[in-house]
């Protein structure tokens, strides 16, 4: 197996102690399966688990880029190129709202058996139905009458969406949406389902990779052990294109153990740990994956000191970026004093290029912290700032154990507050504590689902589900509105903007960091994707090279 030539970073005593009792993949290197069958067999680790293999419902990256290679939309994107999927055609009407799609008469599922347009509309209308329970619901908002299905207004057949014969689908939407077609090609909740195969199955439909069917170019053939297997689906219409014969995706909690396990050649794709960033620079490719760090603030708390403007925006001021960056990241990523992911295009070019926000100083400001504090107590009635208690919640993993403490840390300091720190499983915290709001201060982050700003800034749209900080505001609520109807794409990006400005103003939300993700992979390996929307890495075409 061909590798760069890498920094002995790790003594070999070391890597030896890392990878003692990990559960790893088959050993044999890139192109082998360790059989000697010769086969093209691609390999890598990620540190948190699906939430789930069921389309519908999956509502993380991760739960994505496993959808995105056993699923297949109307359309494929790949790397933000929109390219036909099953739909080897469509027309737009001339008002942006009706969308025509074709579909490939080739088209078949993994069991041989035809995909149809009913198969597109089964899945949409049970995206959208509140008895399914989708966390990702939202996303069919686009679609005519999404929302108010969504939220029990409107019976599920009144969505916009149509199968006029096994071929043709007819969807309309709410609104004129320029990034449908990008939307559709990489979110898996818009993927097909067999009706079928959901009923025979119920409840543990998609349980296990035997329990479904798939579209795409791959199929699941092992999900037990944390590990995921996918092999070269044989029905897919463009199979010809696929040269993985098998891809072997792994669930490893430590970074530091995935780093031993590639130099000992057991995966062909790495991360590199943030504070292995330095001694890998030279040999590690880099790029920024879209994902923006920040905490999120309940905003109708009990706790009092939160619902404050004030205090919120002593918290912003008093947060020096910089140190923080380099205490809890070793300065890897991108210290971040506003939400919108600035590598996004708008106006010929990128949002950070286009837009500037006034924003808290990167370095903090003491005296400006302080003065807003004074601020908060007085409208308080608080007379010491030792008297103010707020928790921060975090996952159980080391990582964000070490960001919680940096923050604490600095808070403290600065402010002569007290700040808690309260710990749950990945699970809890995006399963429960997030979307019950049942935090006071909550580290998260958030991935655009499409190159677009309101992706981030519809967290905090009164109404959405996915607004964990509980933030209202007219103004807000108003823009994003508009800015939906708006025909005129410039004007309409401005209008996000001032929701980003006002955000800001408010001190809605902690901004943190835009991660830059440095990563090994095998010299043999090719055609790997990394993008910035929706997923951040896509195998499908990957190929293994001698």
């Not at 070999?12 to 059989?35: E, Q």
């Not at 990620?46 to 990256?61: A, F, W, Y």
């Not at 818009?190 to 195969?197: K, S, V």
């Amino acid at each position: 197996m061909k590798k760069r030539v890498l920094a002995a970073v790790l003594s070999m005593a070391m890597v030896a102690a890392l990878a003692t009792g990990c559960s790893t993949p088959s050993a044999g290197g890139s192109g082998d399966s360790g059989d000697g069958s010769g086969e093209k067999v691609f390999r890598y680790a990620v540190n948190t688990e699906p939430t789930t293999l069921d389309p519908t419902k999956g509502q993380s990256i991760g739960d994505n880029e496993i959808q995105h290679a056993v699923t297949e939309g109307l359309t494929r994107t790949t790397a933000g190129e929109v390219n036909p999927g099953v739909a080897e055609e469509w027309e737009i009407s001339e008002d942006g709202l009706t969308y025509t799609f074709h579909l490939r008469e080739d088209a078949k599922w993994s069991d041989g058996e035809p995909i149809t347009a009913a198969d597109y509309e089964y899945s949409w209308k049970r995206l959208v139905n509140p008895e399914t329970a989708s966390p990702y619901a939202f996303i069919g908002d686009y679609l005519k009458n999404g929302y108010a299905i969504e939220t029990g207004t409107m019976d599920v057949d009144e969505l916009g969406v149509k199968a006029v014969d096994d071929t043709t689908l007819e969807v309309t939407l709410e609104n004129p949406t320029p990034y449908f077609l990008s939307l559709i090609g990489s979110s898996g909740q818009y993927a097909p389902l067999r009706q079928d195969i959901v009923e025979e199955y119920g409840t543990d439909f998609a349980a296990t990779a035997d329990k479904n069917v798939y579209s795409g170019p791959f199929k699941m053939t092992k999900s037990e052990n944390n590990e995921w297997y996918f092999e070269k689906n044989e029905n897919y219409w463009d199979a010809d294109s696929i040269k993985l014969d098998r891809c072997e995706l792994s669930y490893v909690e430590k970074p530091d153990t995935q780093l031993s396990m590639y130099e000992a050649g057991d995966l062909d794709y790495v991360q590199v740990p943030t504070a292995y960033v330095p001694d890998y620079e030279d040999t590690a490719e880099k790029f920024m994956n879209g994902n923006v760090d920040f905490c999120y603030i309940n905003s109708q708390s009990d706790n009092v000191v939160l619902q404050n403007k004030n205090f919120r925006l002593a918290l912003n001021y008093a947060l020096d970026r910089n140190s923080y960056n380099e205490l809890a990241n070793t300065g890897i990523y991108e210290p971040m004093n506003k939400l919108v992911f600035p590598g996004l295009q708008a106006k010929g070019s990128t949002y950070g290029e286009v837009y500037d926000v006034e924003s808290y100083p990167l370095d903090g400001d003491q005296d400006k912290a302080m003065e807003y504090l004074n601020a908060a107590m007085s409208e308080l009635g608080i007379a010491n700032a030792s008297d103010i208690e707020v928790e921060l919640t975090t996952t159980d993993a080391e990582s964000s154990k070490k960001i919680a403490e940096v923050i604490q840390e600095l808070l403290q300091s600065a402010l002569g507050i007290k700040v808690n720190i309260r710990q749950v499983t990945y699970a809890e915290i995006y399963g429960t504590v997030f979307p019950e709001h049942d935090f006071e201060i909550g580290y998260g982050g958030w991935g655009a689902d499409y190159d677009d700003p309101y992706s981030y800034l519809e967290l905090f749209k009164g109404d959405s589900s996915y607004n964990y900080s509980q933030y209202v505001n007219p103004e807000v609520d108003e823009l994003l509105k508009a800015s939906q109807t708006e025909t005129d794409t410039d004007a309409r990006m401005d209008m996000l903007n001032q929701v980003e400005q006002i955000l800001l103003d408010d001190g809605a939300f902690i901004p943190l960091q835009a991660r830059n993700i440095f990563y090994l992979i095998d010299d043999d390996v090719t055609g790997v994707n990394f993008y910035y929307c929706s997923l951040n890495i896509d195998w499908v075409y990957a190929d293994i090279t001698e």
